[in-house]
């Protein structure tokens, strides 16, 4: 991977974390949260698989802690940005669903891009995150 490749991964990491910041921003004086967490997730799982080359995902999160839950599997609203490369397919999956105690996230919406080449994934990713922090905010003013 080229310096220009990993300058320009690292400014779509930092364009993602600004604007899942502004949302967390926005929605932490909300009433019905109690608490909001943006989260930066690298895994590296012990060996390659189908699901990620090399093992390496990177996922982005915004996790909004309700302040009074509406069941132990409800807990939490929250999005994710995880960005995986699979067979030498660039993969970006976009969540928005709960979380509680026997889950993870459980998605209720969610988008998939698939794109053969750096610089596709580079210009789909930023558009992702809008869409992401733009449907948390829809679905925690309906709370």
Not at 2 to 21: H, K, M, Q
Not at 93 to 101: C, F, I, Q, R, Y
Not at 120 to 136: F, G, H, N, Q
Request: glycine share 6%.
């Amino acid at each position: 991977m080229s310096d220009e490749c990993v300058l320009e991964f690292i400014g779509i990491l930092a364009a993602v974390n600004r604007c899942f910041t502004q949302t967390a921003a926005s929605i932490r004086g909300m009433s019905v949260i109690s608490s909001v967490s943006v989260l930066v997730i690298p895994v590296g799982m012990q060996s390659a698989s189908e699901y990620a080359d090399l093992g390496m995902v990177i996922s982005l999160a915004v996790n909004a802690e309700l302040r009074a839950p509406v069941d132990d599997n409800r807990k939490a609203i929250g999005v994710s940005l995880l960005l995986r490369r699979s067979s030498g397919v660039w993969i970006v999956e976009a969540e928005l669903g709960w979380s509680g105690v026997a889950i993870g996230l459980d998605a209720f919406d969610s988008r998939e891009e698939r794109m053969g080449d750096w610089s596709e994934l580079a210009s789909k990713v930023p558009d992702l995150a809008e869409w992401l922090s733009a449907r948390l905010e829809s679905e925690v003013k309906r709370l």
